[in-house]
């Protein structure tokens, strides 16, 4: 099909102070197809989709729309032009019905204001093209699931006749039936000649809908692909930035480990899921072992990683520590079991930026002995002492806000505050992202000499080869449940955890289009 | 200026207290303008006792400090607290009538029994505020606000409205009398002070208290349980305004069911930001309350002294609180400081989108 | 497909009319458990003290609370969009007084009266730019706005300042006899109170009819989503706080007008008897639901409630506050329940 593309961009670049988010990346979207955009964290995904719709002004780049150059200031800009974005978080108002919700800012004005049975008549015309004219626009919008809600946000992109529908991240809250519905409802929309967008980070969903891919890495363009130009293994391997070959030559030096797995194991947590987040998963963790959890974005590594911890509270299964059952509801406790949980996301639930280097080092040790015992300043001052010269912290300068600091050296007080507190088991999610190579190197040397002391680890990581590197067993997630489990050793190479998350089910991938055809 | 007295300058300047300073002596300045011995001190012979226009600013301190205190610990934490003023009432009510039925005007018994009665139910008032907030999770606002409502409604019903006075001279003392020469009542406001300075920054109390206000997440994360600290926070504030109460009742030793205490909130926030503290929560500064209180009551002192009708005074501090909130509000900083950055370009628009604070479960 | 799709027109019959009925209406919910609550004090009263039912006692109630009821419809605005404005009560008594010294001094008393709205209205705005533009969060914008009003209104008077006994501004409390009744028992109204009536009808229009009260809701139920979907926010909260300085200034004309004088004292407490009024009608005070009429059940409420206090004589005035301050914080907890309940 020789079609022109509905929105072509061109050299996008986009920089924020210190990190330059979109690097010279070509993007176009086409009439008629699903196109899915792929990538990493810090790929630049939601990035781009963002200066496409007016949220972000472009530092360098050209947007054309159906050949037009334009500059959108401001989404309700991107709205009037023909583009739709529904995000992951259903940006519908709740306490509204479903039909006003379909119709806000669009509502039918008459002399005596707004004819709501007017109103109310498109909003179920567009409800209709999306196989919705049953439902009562009437009802309130709460009182429907998720996924019809995200029918609605999408009906909202039929009342404005959009050419371009973005789809972020749809499917993370739905079930598989309901992603069936809705993948029949891109098709269809697709098929009446809508160009479509559709980022996600479920693999098997992204191939069984998209006809064109790209992937982006670290802020630049890495490839567009037509669906069936490309494998899976091959396109895992863009996204991670390494190819197959190299992957297959990233080797464990770690010798099979000859751990005693009969013992008691340190934690254990049986059936353990949350609705969203999580399916029901087992794990065992042995004490001084290091367990590394591999996979993609929002595979549910962090996810389980919290419900080890306590951040969140499990819906289901059971935890036990040291065989004794256990309540792990809030950091709190999981900190009083001696699990210590050093978060990916430093920012909002890392540092307390305006408290000082000393602060924020003996905060979780404070916090566990209550307000009323505070640590004495000689204690301090050695917690301080030990952990600014082990993690080699640059200023070594205690009384500073920690928010003057680098990312870098964030990274490694934040490190400190949780060493600090002597835990028999560490969690380190992403420990070494957003850092200098220096300070990379510095960690991991640090985890591999703990875990020597009898510490256990779980250590999480996008980077695959830092997790067959330093891992003794490799814990595998995808699409929120764990999919194998590899005991590390001298055979074991990234590409075997690739072609674990690549692997998929085919019968999912052809339900759809048998249904079609009948 | 050598290098190391542009820094100790530049330090002190930039210590945010600073302009509570430099307000109060220009405040001072302009009353010495209109009466050149404004500022003497004199001392009563017999007595021994300090007397003089600043004298009387101390004394008229102390009630404002010890909110001002309270509210610094509450507003740390991220909340607010609209009832200080009618807690500072109900105390005062119901140590009047105490001490009314006790009759006797010189004991000693009675005027702590009409003490403890006072903390005690302005700390339990408090209490209450800090249940509501942090295990019900209503807003710090509308609970103070119930608060502010029913706590005088209270007064009243303990006064059964009138504005009961009684006798008793280890009560009166304390706002009337002197110690070492200067009023009792500021040296009790001060001891107090430093005794709260001591349990909030010897203990982890502060340390945790501004964690919360800074980032209820990640403190969250640490292990911090915010419950019980929001709640010693808000009684902490009920005790204070409780003294505060007794400070006010005991000058004239006669509580004003509708003027005592009166209005006193925005005094105690004022005081608060001048002082350093940022109304949104996170790090605070009792030094800086204490500066603020002072300035405070200068400036009342001043109003009167210069012949300014004190009705103008509220309008006056509602302007500055208005003015310090657009200071302190981020479009004016990034402004000012894009000012400063004359080299950088300016920031590209990006459409802000509102964030609302975590709510973060205890 | 799911479940709780109907894919077909419902299949008729009474069952599955009530259910839709059910549905729509259960959001007016709390304003119905409102009016049942006023229904019920009218009720009680009647059989309490006697002499609640009747043409007198309805009109007073009417008439002495008209000023409630459009502080609180004014406070409805603000509200619905997740804010709120403690400033009302200081709003009167500033636009009173300075509308009273206008006319003593010689202005045409309507012209006052407009002055009146609209320095309600330069408040209002005082306050939307300080809370959309500045971040400034709403309760404390409107408390330096309400301590603003209440200090300058101190510095125009102290005492009261009474308008001229044949003063043009005193017909908005003419009462006009609809049903003359033996002895004093009379159906009364009066323009106060039609303006009041008038203000609410058109308030209900505006919420429910145009683009403007739509976007109010929106923005109650989720700002960020009003944002994405391209309402203008910004404008909208502005507007709605200007809305409610308006309507704080019509109500400090209907309230001078009633007693003829107005003072710097006026108004004390009142934002707080608003506030309860729009709570009690069923309005949440995060933002996204509640109905004017609703507000105007609350007034009511509020207002049969001060009357049988009143009448009671057992109870003391003082109480008046605390009973107040019990019932929002009542309702209050109340909404807190159901919503902690529906998030399980």
Same mark, same amino acid.
């Given at each position: 099909m020789d079609r022109p593309p509905i929105v072509e961009m061109k050299g996008i670049s986009i920089e924020f102070p210190g990190v330059?988010?979109?690097?010279d990346v070509d993007f176009r979207l086409f009439p008629g197809e699903v196109h899915s955009l792929l990538g990493e964290n810090g790929a630049g995904k939601s990035t781009l989709i963002k200066a496409l719709t007016g949220v972000y002004q472009l530092d360098s780049g050209t947007i054309l729309v159906e050949g037009e150059e334009r500059r959108f200031r401001s989404t309700a800009e991107a709205q009037a032009a023909g583009i739709a974005t529904v995000y992951q978080e259903i940006?519908?108002?709740?306490?509204?019905?479903v039909g006003e919700n379909v119709m806000l800012g669009h509502e039918v004005r008459k002399r005596f204001g707004i004819d709501w049975r007017a109103t109310h008549r498109l909003a179920t015309e567009a409800l209709a093209k999306l &196989?919705?004219?049953?439902?009562?626009?009437?009802?309130?919008? +709460?009182?429907?699931s998720l996924a019809l809600q995200q029918l609605v946000a999408i009906s909202r992109a039929m009342v404005i006749n959009a050419k371009v529908l973005i789809l972020d991240e749809?499917?993370?809250?739905?079930d598989a039936a309901e992603v069936a519905a809705l993948f029949r409802i891109i098709r269809q929309l697709r098929d009446e000649g809508v160009a479509i967008l559709f980022v996600s980070h479920f693999l098997d969903q992204v191939f069984a809908i998209s006809d064109r891919l790209t992937v982006l890495r670290n802020g630049r363009f890495e490839g567009e692909y037509l669906?069936?130009?490309?494998d899976r293994a091959t396109l895992i391997s863009k996204m991670i930035g390494k190819d197959l070959d190299a992957l297959k030559a990233l &080797?464990?030096?770690?010798?099979t480990a000859a751990r005693d797995? +009969?013992?008691?194991?340190?934690l254990t947590a049986v059936g353990i899921g949350r609705k969203?987040?999580?399916?029901?998963t087992d794990i065992d963790v042995h004490p001084g072992e290091v367990v590394g959890f591999a996979g993609l974005?929002?595979?549910?590594r962090t996810e389980l990683a919290r419900l080890l911890y306590g951040a969140d509270r499990p819906d289901s299964g059971q935890v036990l520590v040291n065989g004794e059952p256990t309540h792990l509801h809030t950091p709190a406790d999981g900190l009083e079991h001696g699990i210590a949980y050093a978060t990916e996301n430093r920012r909002d639930d890392g540092i307390?930026?305006?408290?000082?280097v000393r602060e924020n080092l003996i905060l979780a040790v404070q916090a566990g002995r209550g307000w009323a015992r505070p640590l004495p300043r000689r204690e301090q001052d050695e917690i301080v002492r030990e952990y600014l010269t082990m993690l080699n912290?640059?200023?070594?300068?205690?009384?500073?806000?920690?928010?003057?600091?680098s990312g870098g050296n964030q990274q490694k007080v934040l490190l400190g505050r949780w060493l600090a507190t002597n835990p028999r088991l560490l969690i380190l999610d992403?420990?070494?992202?957003?850092?200098d190579v220096g300070a990379k190197a510095e960690i991991q040397e640090e985890v591999a000499q703990l875990a020597g002391d009898g510490m256990s680890v779980i250590f999480i990581s996008s980077e695959i080869e830092e997790v067959v590197r330093l891992s003794e067993r490799i814990v595998v997630l995808k699409d929120h449940h764990k999919v194998g489990e590899l005991v590390n050793g001298?055979?074991?190479?990234?590409q075997q955890i690739v072609e674990l998350i690549a692997e998929h089910d085919d019968s999912a991938e052809h339900a759809p289009l048998s249904e079609e055809a009948a | 200026m050598n290098n190391r007295a542009r820094s100790w300058v530049s330090g002190v300047v930039r210590r945010q207290y600073f302009w509570g300073i430099v307000g109060i002596l220009v405040l001072l300045m302009l009353n010495t303008i209109k009466?050149?011995?404004?500022l003497a001190i004199t001392m009563?012979?017999?007595?021994?006792n300090l007397a003089g226009n600043l004298i009387d600013i101390l004394r008229a301190a102390a009630p404002i400090l010890m909110i001002a205190i309270g509210m610094a610990l509450v507003i740390a934490t991220g909340g607010i607290d609209l009832s200080v003023g009618s807690l500072m009432v109900v105390a005062g009510a119901v140590s009047m009538e105490f001490l009314k039925a006790a009759g006797?005007?010189?004991?000693v018994g009675a005027m702590l029994g009409a003490l403890g009665l006072a903390l005690a139910l302005s700390g339990i008032l408090g209490a209450v505020n800090g249940v509501l907030v942090?295990?019900?999770?209503?807003?710090p606002f509308v609970t103070t606000l119930v608060m502010m409502l029913a706590g005088r409604g209270v007064a009243k019903v303990i006064t059964s409205g009138q504005n009961t006075s009684a006798s008793n001279d280890p009560f009166r003392w304390i706002a009337n009398g002197y110690l070492f020469g200067l009023p009792a009542v500021f040296l009790i406001a001060i001891a107090i002070v430093v005794l709260v300075s001591l349990v909030v920054r010897r203990s982890a109390l502060g340390l945790m208290i501004e964690a919360i206000g800074i980032n209820p997440q990640a403190s969250r994360m640490a292990g911090v349980k915010p419950r019980g600290l929001i709640i010693s926070v808000y009684t902490i504030g009920g005790v204070l305004a409780g003294i505060a109460g007794v400070f006010a009742v005991s000058s004239?030793?006669?509580?004003?069911?509708?003027?005592?205490?009166?209005?006193?909130e925005l005094d105690a926030i004022l005081a608060v930001v001048i002082g350093g503290?940022?109304?949104?929560?996170g790090k605070f500064s009792l030094g800086g309350a204490t500066v603020g209180a002072m300035l405070i009551a200068t400036l009342d002192k001043t109003v009167v002294f210069l012949g300014?009708?004190?009705?103008?005074t509220p309008a006056f501090k509602a302007a500055v609180i208005i003015v310090i909130c657009l200071l302190q509000s981020k479009r004016v900083r990034t402004f000012i400081s894009r000012r400063r950055a004359r080299g950088t370009p300016p920031p590209r628009p990006v459409e802000p989108l509102p964030v609302r604070k975590e709510e973060v479960p205890a | 497909m799911n479940a709780t799709t109907s894919t077909r027109p419902p299949a008729g019959g009474f069952r599955d009319l009530t259910g839709r009925v059910w549905q729509m209406n259960r959001r007016a919910l709390p304003t119905m458990a409102a009016l049942v609550l006023f229904v019920g004090m009218l009720g009680y009263g009647e059989l309490a003290?006697?002499?609640?039912?009747?043409y007198n006692t309805m009109s007073n109630l009417l008439i002495n609370n008209a000023h409630l009821i459009l502080i609180a419809v004014g406070l409805t605005f603000v509200i619905l969009m997740g804010g709120i404005d403690l400033s009302v009560g200081a709003v009167i008594a500033f636009a009173s007084v300075a509308g009273v010294m206008l006319v003593n001094a010689g202005w045409n008393p309507w012209l006052a009266a407009v002055m009146m709205v609209a320095m309600g209205a330069g408040f209002g705005a005082i306050a939307g730019a300080l809370i959309?533009?500045?971040?400034?969060?709403p309760f404390i914008a409107t408390l330096a706005t309400m301590f603003l009003a209440r200090g300058l209104a101190s510095m125009l008077s102290t005492v009261p300042e009474r308008l001229p006994?044949?003063?043009?501004?005193?017909l908005v409390n003419h009462s006009f006899k609809l049903i003359d009744g033996p002895k004093v028992n009379d159906l009364v109204i009066t323009p106060g109170v039609i303006v009041a009536g008038l203000v609410v009808v058109v308030s209900v229009f505006v919420l429910h009819r145009t683009r403007f009260g739509r976007t109010v809701y929106a923005i109650g139920g989720s700002e960020q989503s009003a944002q994405m979907m391209g309402l203008p926010v910004g404008q909208t909260k502005v507007l709605a706080y200007v809305i409610s300085g308006s309507l704080a200034g019509i109500a400090a004309v209907v309230y001078t007008s009633r007693l003829g004088a107005a003072q710097n004292?006026?108004?004390?407490?009142w934002e707080l008897d608003a506030i309860a009024a729009t709570v009690i009608g069923g309005a949440l005070l995060t933002g996204g639901a509640g109905f004017v009429l609703g507000s105007v059940v609350g007034a009511l409420v509020i207002g049969l409630m001060t009357v049988l206090i009143t009448r009671d004589g057992?109870?003391?005035?003082?109480a008046t506050t605390i009973i107040t301050g019990g019932i929002l914080l009542v309702f209050v907890l109340l909404q807190r329940g159901i919503i902690g309940r529906n998030r399980q």
């Open positions: 330059k988010a979109l690097d940006n519908l108002c709740p306490n509204l019905t &196989g919705l004219g049953g439902l009562d626009p009437r009802r309130p919008l +709460s009182s429907i749809p499917t993370s809250s739905l669906r069936g130009d490309i &080797g464990s030096s770690q010798p797995r +009969s013992a008691t194991p340190l969203g987040a999580l399916q029901p974005l929002g595979s549910g307390i930026g305006d408290l000082t912290v640059r200023p070594a300068d205690p009384d500073r806000p920690i928010k003057e600091l992403e420990p070494t992202r957003g850092i001298p055979e074991v190479t990234a | 009466k050149p011995d404004y009563n012979p017999a007595t021994g006797d005007a010189s004991s942090s295990v019900v999770g209503l807003q004239a030793m006669t509580v004003d069911v509708s003027r005592t205490g009166y209005q006193i503290t940022a109304l949104i929560g300014v009708s004190s009705s103008a | 003290y006697g002499r609640i039912l009747q959309h533009h500045f971040d400034v969060q006994a044949d003063s043009a501004l005193r004292i006026t108004g004390i407490g057992g109870i003391p005035p003082e």
